[in-house]
C-alpha cells in the first residue's frame, strides 16, 4: 500500500515528533496603559479587534474589509509613514484562510507595529497602494505567490514568475520542486513539447553520481575520446537505500529479548 | 608554432614561420577568447572580480564585450532561472560561430543548492556546454584556469568547425 | 552548426512604429549596467523617458520557499545568497530573527566578532558600489582601484571563514570560529588602508570631478516623503534628508556601545547618496578600530548555552554523552522554536533587512519572509526614472545599489 501523504501541505515535516511534545509560545503582553502603543489603540478605537505585543512590537489584529482605513489612520493621525513589508501565510490547510500582514514603521518615535488580518480563499483585499506606494511591489508580490487578488491595485500582474506560468508557488499546495508544468516549462518554451523526450527530465535526485558519463565530463589524469564506453564491462546499479530494521519489543517473541531475560 | 633557432634577422634570410592553417587559426581563435559578460547572480561578482585588479583577465587576451554578436564563449555565471532561460538560447543563438560556453558554478551546473521550482536544473538542459566549472561561487582563479582549459580544447579541435560536430556535442 | 528552436527572431528592443511617436526600448534583462538581471521597458519621447517599466524576477530561485523545507540552521547557508555581495549581513540578519525568537543572546566575543564583519562586509559592498556606480557613469580607474582594495577585504574574510563570497560566518547563537591570529593587526592595517583610499583615490578622483558631478548631480532626486512612501530605506532615505539608520535608531548587538556618526545629505539626489557611501566606509573604519580593544577583553565562548536548540561545543559533543545525544538530535531533528512570529530589523549595506519569521513549533519555518531592500528599490524606479534623459538610466539604476539575488529571492 502507498504511504499516504496530506496533499493539503506538502512542505517538510519533521520525521519524529515526541508524542508528549507541545511546543512552547513565544511570550505575548498587554499593550501597557501608557505609551505610544497605547495611543495608537485608542486612536483605532473599534477598528482594532485584537492588540498585544510581542517581541517589542505591537501586533493588531484587524477586519479585513477595514484594511484601508485601519492603515489611513495609522498612517495619518498616528504616524506610521512607511510600510516595510507586508506579506501572506497560507493557513488553507488548516483554517481555509490566508492571513496577511503588514509591518509599518513609524520613524519618529522608531517604533513597529504588525496589522494582521484574515481572508478566505477567493476573497480579495484592498489595495493600500494610494498610501503606500512600496504596496505597489508587495501586492503583486502577493499575487504573483498565493493568487491573493487584490482589488484598485494599478497594475496587478505577476512579478517573480512569468507571466504565463501556472500555479502560485508559495502555497502549501505547491511542492518545492514544482509541479509538472513547472518541470518542463523552459524545454516547452524554447523547443518545444516534442523534444521532451531529447532532453529527458529533470535531475532532481541530489545524490546521483554518473561515473561513466563522458560525454559531459572528462578524466581527470588521463583522458577518454568523446562518448566512450568506459564502464569495462560493469552492468549499471541502482542506487540502493538501506532500509531501517525495525524491531517490535512489545512481542514477547523478540529473539534479542529472550535471551536477555 | 614552430620554432626556430635561426636568428633570420642577423643572417638575413627570409622570416619564414611553417605552421598548419588548423594551428594558425586556433592560435588566433584560443588567444583573443572574447567573453559575453552574462553574469547572472553571485558567480557574476567573482568573474568581476576576474576581471579586475589583482586577477586581470586582459593578459590573456580575454576581454568581456556586451555583445553576443561580438563575443566568443558565453561564461554564464550563476543561478539561471526559468524564467530567464529564454534569454539565455536566445543570446546563445545571436553569437556567431564559432562560439564556446562555459558553465561557472553549481547552480549553472546542476542548479546547485537551488532544488526548486524556479530554477533551471542545469544550463546544459537548454545550451551545449564546453566546460563545467565546480565551486558555489568558483573562484577567479577557478574561471582563469576553465579558460586555459578552454584554450586547450580549441587548440585540439579542427579549424573547420563543421568537422568538430561530435566533438562539440551540440546536444540539441 | 545551429540547431533550430522555437524562439524565432524578434525585434521588441526597438518599436517604431507607434501613432504617438515614442519610441519603446527594452533594457535587460542581461545588461552590464543593469546590476544583475534587471529588465526595463522603458518608453521614449525622443530622449526623455515617458514610461518605465521595470521587470523583475529574472533570478527568482524560490529561496522563501526553500525556507519552508529546510531545518532553521539548513537554511543558513542559503541566505548568503540573498545579497551576495555583503553575505555576513544576510546570514547576521536571519541568525539574529531566530535568535530573537528562541529567546538567546550570543555571547559578547561573537559579538564582537558578528560587528567586526558586518562592518567588513559594508565595506565590501559599498566599495562594490563605488567601483560598479563609477563603472556606469564611464569612470573606469576607479574600478580597477575600488576593486584593488575590496580583494584586502575578501583577504580578510576568507582568513576567517574560508570563502571570499558566501561566508556562512555567523550562526545562530554565535559564530563557529574565533578570528585567526594576526587578524586583528591585518585588519587595523586595512583600516588605515581604507582611510586613505577614501580620501585620496577615490575622493580625489570622483568628489570634485566636473564630469562627476555633472552626471550626478540632480538626478535621480526623491524627496523625503516619496522615500518613505516607496519604501526607501538605508543610504536611499539617509540621501533624502530623513535621519534614520536602525543600527542607531533601534540598536542591536554592540552598537549602542559604539561610538560613530550617521551621514546624511538634503541633497536628495544621486550624488548626495555617493557622499553618504563614502562618508559611511569611514565610519565603518571608526568602528572596526573600536572593536579591536574590545575583543581583547572578551571571554573566549563563542557560542551562546542553550542546549535545547544549540549544539555544544565540539569538544563537549567528543567527550561528554549529553552533549553527543543533544547534537544528534539537533542534528537529524533540527530545532524547534516556540510558536510565534517576529519581525527583525537590521542595517545592512543597502537598507533596512528583516526576517519575517513564522514558527509553528515545528523544525521547519512556517513561513519566513525576507524584506530585501533592493526590492523595494527596484520598486522606486518606476518612478524616479520617468521624466529623466535616457542617459541618466543607468545613473539612477547604479545609485538605487540594487542586487538581485535580494531583488528577486
Redesign the interface.
Known amino acids: 500500500m502507498r504511504k499516504y501523504v496530506p496533499k493539503d501541505n506538502v ?6 515528533t515526541d508524542r508528549f ?1 507541545v ?4 511570550p ?1 503582553t498587554e499593550v501597557e496603559a501608557e505609551g505610544h502603543f497605547a495611543q495608537v489603540l485608542t486612536t483605532l478605537a473599534k477598528l482594532a479587534k485584537e492588540a498585544y505585543v ?2 517589542g ?1 505591537m ?1 493588531i489584529h484587524i477586519d479585513a474589509s477595514q484594511n484601508f482605513e485601519v492603515m489611513k489612520t495609522l498612517k495619518e493621525a498616528c504616524g506610521y ?5 507586508q ?1 501572506a ?2 493557513y488553507l490547510a488548516k483554517d481555509g484562510e490566508f492571513e496577511l ?1 503588514y ?1 509599518l514603521l513609524n ?1 519618529t518615535e ?1 517604533k ?1 507595529v ?1 496589522v494582521i488580518c484574515r481572508i478566505k480563499q477567493n476573497e480579495a483585499i484592498e489595495s493600500i497602494e494610494p ?4 504596496a ?3 501586492e503583486r ?1 502577493i499575487f504573483d ?1 498565493f493568487g491573493i487578488k487584490v482589488n484598485n491595485h494599478p497594475f496587478l500582474k ?5 507571466d504565463d506560468w501556472e500555479g502560485h ?2 502555497l502549501k499546495t ?6 509538472e508544468f ?1 518541470s518542463w ?3 516547452d ?4 513539447k516534442e ?1 521532451r523526450d ?2 529527458g527530465p ?3 535526485d ?1 545524490a546521483r553520481i554518473e561515473r561513466y558519463d563522458t ?3 572528462s578524466r581527470v589524469g588521463y583522458e577518454v575520446p ?2 566512450a564506453d568506459i564502464s569495462a564491462g560493469e552492468t549499471k546499479t541502482d542506487i540502493e537505500y538501506s532500509e531501517t530494521v525495525l524491531v517490535d519489543y512489545t512481542k514477547n517473541s523478540g529473539k534479542q529479548l529472550d535471551e536477555r531475560r | 608554432m614552430a620554432q626556430h633557432k635561426v636568428n633570420y634577422a642577423s643572417s638575413a634570410g627570409l622570416p619564414i614561420v611553417l605552421t598548419s592553417a588548423d594551428k594558425l587559426v586556433n592560435w588566433g581563435r584560443s588567444n583573443s577568447l572574447w567573453p559575453l559578460t552574462y553574469g547572472l547572480a553571485c558567480c557574476a561578482i567573482e568573474m568581476m572580480a576576474s576581471g579586475a585588479s589583482r586577477y586581470d583577465f586582459d593578459r590573456m587576451g580575454t576581454i568581456f564585450r556586451a555583445s553576443p554578436r561580438q563575443a566568443d564563449v558565453m561564461i554564464l555565471a550563476g543561478t539561471l532561472s526559468k524564467k530567464h532561460s529564454e534569454f539565455a538560447r536566445r543570446l546563445y543563438d545571436q553569437m556567431t560561430e564559432p562560439k564556446w560556453v562555459i558553465s561557472m558554478g553549481s547552480c549553472a551546473n546542476t542548479g546547485g543548492m537551488f532544488n526548486t521550482y524556479a530554477t533551471v536544473q542545469g544550463v546544459d538542459r537548454i545550451i551545449p556546454v564546453d566546460i563545467y566549472l565546480p565551486g558555489c561561487a568558483p573562484r577567479p582563479e577557478t574561471l582563469q584556469y576553465a579558460l586555459m582549459m578552454l584554450q586547450k580544447k580549441i587548440r585540439r579541435e579542427s579549424a573547420n568547425m563543421n568537422k568538430n560536430t561530435k566533438q562539440n556535442l551540440r546536444l540539441v | 552548426m545551429q540547431q533550430p528552436n522555437k524562439l524565432t527572431p524578434f525585434f521588441e528592443n526597438l518599436n517604431f512604429e507607434r501613432d504617438d511617436n515614442t519610441m519603446v526600448i527594452n533594457f535587460g534583462p542581461q545588461h552590464p549596467s543593469a546590476h544583475g538581471q534587471l529588465r526595463l521597458v522603458l518608453e521614449l519621447d525622443g530622449e526623455q523617458v515617458v514610461k518605465a517599466y521595470p521587470d523583475i524576477g529574472y533570478l527568482h530561485r524560490g529561496i522563501e520557499k526553500m525556507a519552508e523545507n529546510m531545518t532553521y540552521n539548513e537554511f543558513l547557508p542559503t541566505t548568503d545568497r540573498l545579497d551576495y555581495i555583503a553575505s555576513t549581513s544576510n546570514n547576521y540578519a536571519y541568525a539574529l530573527a531566530v535568535e530573537k525568537l528562541i529567546g538567546i543572546e550570543a555571547p559578547r566575543r561573537a559579538q564582537v566578532i558578528r560587528t567586526m564583519l558586518l562592518e567588513l562586509n559594508r565595506i565590501i559592498s559599498h566599495l562594490f558600489f563605488v567601483a560598479t556606480h563609477a563603472l556606469d557613469v564611464g569612470a573606469m580607474s576607479v574600478f580597477l582601484y575600488a576593486f584593488r582594495e575590496r580583494e584586502f577585504a575578501m583577504d580578510l574574510m576568507e582568513d576567517y571563514c574560508g570563502a571570499r563570497l558566501t561566508h556562512s560566518a555567523v550562526r545562530i547563537g554565535g559564530v563557529p570560529l574565533d578570528l585567526p591570529t594576526g587578524w586583528l593587526e591585518a585588519a587595523a592595517t586595512f583600516c588605515n588602508k581604507i582611510d586613505h583610499e577614501v580620501v585620496h583615490t577615490y575622493g580625489a578622483l570622483l568628489n570634485e570631478n566636473r564630469i562627476w558631478k555633472m552626471r550626478l548631480e540632480d538626478v535621480g532626486v526623491i524627496s523625503a516623503e516619496d522615500a518613505l512612501s516607496w519604501g526607501c530605506t538605508g543610504p536611499m532615505l539617509r540621501g533624502s534628508g530623513v535621519n534614520w539608520d536602525i543600527r542607531k535608531e533601534e540598536p542591536y548587538e554592540l552598537y549602542p556601545e559604539l561610538d560613530f556618526d550617521i551621514p546624511t545629505s538634503d541633497r536628495c539626489d544621486s550624488y548626495g547618496r555617493f557622499m553618504i557611501y563614502m562618508e559611511e566606509m569611514k565610519q565603518s573604519t571608526r568602528i572596526i578600530r573600536q572593536l579591536i580593544p574590545m575583543y581583547k577583553k572578551t571571554e573566549p565562548q563563542l557560542m551562546a548555552h542553550a542546549p535545547q536548540y544549540i549544539s555544544a561545543p565540539k569538544e563537549e559533543i567528543m567527550t561528554q554523552n549529553y552533549a553527543l545525544m543533544q547534537h544528534f538530535v539537533l542534528v537529524t531533528q533540527g530545532m524547534r522554536p516556540p510558536k510565534g512570529e517576529v519581525y527583525v530589523p537590521t542595517e545592512s549595506p543597502k537598507g533596512e533587512l528583516g526576517f519575517y519569521i513564522k514558527s509553528e513549533g515545528e523544525p521547519y519555518a512556517y513561513r519566513l519572509k525576507c524584506r530585501a531592500p533592493s526590492f523595494f528599490h527596484t520598486g522606486l524606479l518606476q518612478e524616479l526614472l520617468v521624466g529623466t534623459y535616457i542617459a541618466d538610466v543607468v545613473t539612477i539604476i547604479g545609485t538605487t545599489n540594487i542586487v538581485f539575488g535580494e531583488v528577486d529571492r
Not at chain 1, 174 to 179: F, K
Not at chain 1, 189 to 192: D, M, S, V, Y
Open positions: 512542505q517538510g515535516k519533521s520525521y519524529y511534545w511546543a512552547p509560545r513565544v505575548r510581542e517581541l512590537q501586533v509613514t512607511q510600510c516595510s513589508e506579506s501565510v497560507d500582514f509591518q520613524i522608531a513597529r504588525r498610501l503606500y506606494k512600496s505597489n511591489f508587495a508580490e505567490m505577476r512579478i517573480l514568475m512569468p508557488p508559495l505547491y511542492p518545492m520542486i514544482g509541479d513547472a516549462y523552459e524545454v518554451k524554447i523547443f518545444g523534444y531529447v532532453i529533470e535531475n532532481r541530489q560525454k559531459r565530463f568523446f562518448d
